[in-house]
């Protein structure tokens, strides 16, 4: 199975703050990368898939990069709305997809 | 708009078949662009996928190795729906289990977009 590694596990910021969460593949997956946002008692929410590409009504301060094997989400301007739970997930091996563990947002 | 509505029991016992189901709205079970998911969240395993269906001009199922023994996803056309069931449960299959779609672009890009509500599922006697 790809592991999916995330980095930080949790992090601390303030309203305007610009974030970034990283996620390392344990081989390349090209741009076979989704990131999700997950609130308390909610499903996961798809944010950005193959890699950069920004799912439709999501806010633009989202933005997604990366190849390979290393890939960061950054937040460039946090809002309340924007403290949860991020996820990435691959999606090349398509017979066994794999998520990381999670970043946890709080607010400072 | 697509939307998943999960339906099914909260508790079930130990060495008990759990069955999910999930109804489709604003797409087909049969989409030839399209699978049919079933993952789980738990504490201590994170999010996990467990499994899909889809069809290809048949159905093709595929499940997770760790799971392979004891699932079954099925699609049912006349509903409009998917179901998990997954046998012999432990209280280490308790969690939060969710139906999601896969979504495939272009160039075989792949996300899972919507989700089901989730449903806690509890094993437990």
């Known amino acids: 199975d790809i592991q999916m590694t995330q980095s930080p596990s949790s992090l601390s910021a303030s309203v305007g703050d610009r974030v970034t969460i990283t996620c390392r593949a344990s081989?390349?997956?090209?741009?076979?990368l989704n990131w999700y946002q997950q609130k308390p008692g909610k499903a996961p929410n798809l944010l950005i898939y193959a890699a950069s590409s920004l799912q439709s009504g999501v806010p633009s301060r989202f933005s997604g990069s990366g190849s390979g094997t290393d890939f960061t989400l950054t937040i460039s301007s946090l809002q309340p709305e924007d403290f949860a739970t991020y996820y990435c997930q691959q999606s090349y091996s398509t017979a066994m997809y794999t998520f990381g563990q999670g970043t946890k947002l709080e607010i400072k | 708009q697509v939307q998943l509505q999960q339906s099914g029991p909260g508790l079930v016992k130990p060495s008990q078949t759990l069955s999910l189901t999930c109804a489709i709205s604003?797409?087909?079970?049969?989409?030839?662009?399209?699978?049919w998911n079933w993952i789980r969240q738990s504490p201590s395993r994170g999010l996990e996928w467990l499994g899909r269906t889809s069809y290809r001009s048949k159905w093709y199922n595929v499940y997770a190795v760790s799971v392979k023994s004891r699932i079954t996803i099925n699609a049912d056309t006349s509903k409009n729906q998917f179901s998990l069931q997954l046998n012999s449960v432990t209280p280490e299959d308790t969690a939060v289990y969710y139906c999601?779609?896969?979504?495939?672009?272009?160039?075989?890009?792949?996300?899972?977009?919507?989700w089901g509500q989730g449903t806690l599922v509890t094993v437990s006697s």
């Open positions: 604003g797409d087909s079970v049969s989409s030839n662009s399209a699978a």
């Open positions: 999601a779609r896969v979504y495939y672009g272009g160039n075989a890009i792949n996300w899972f977009d919507p």
């Open positions: 081989q390349s997956i090209s741009s076979y």
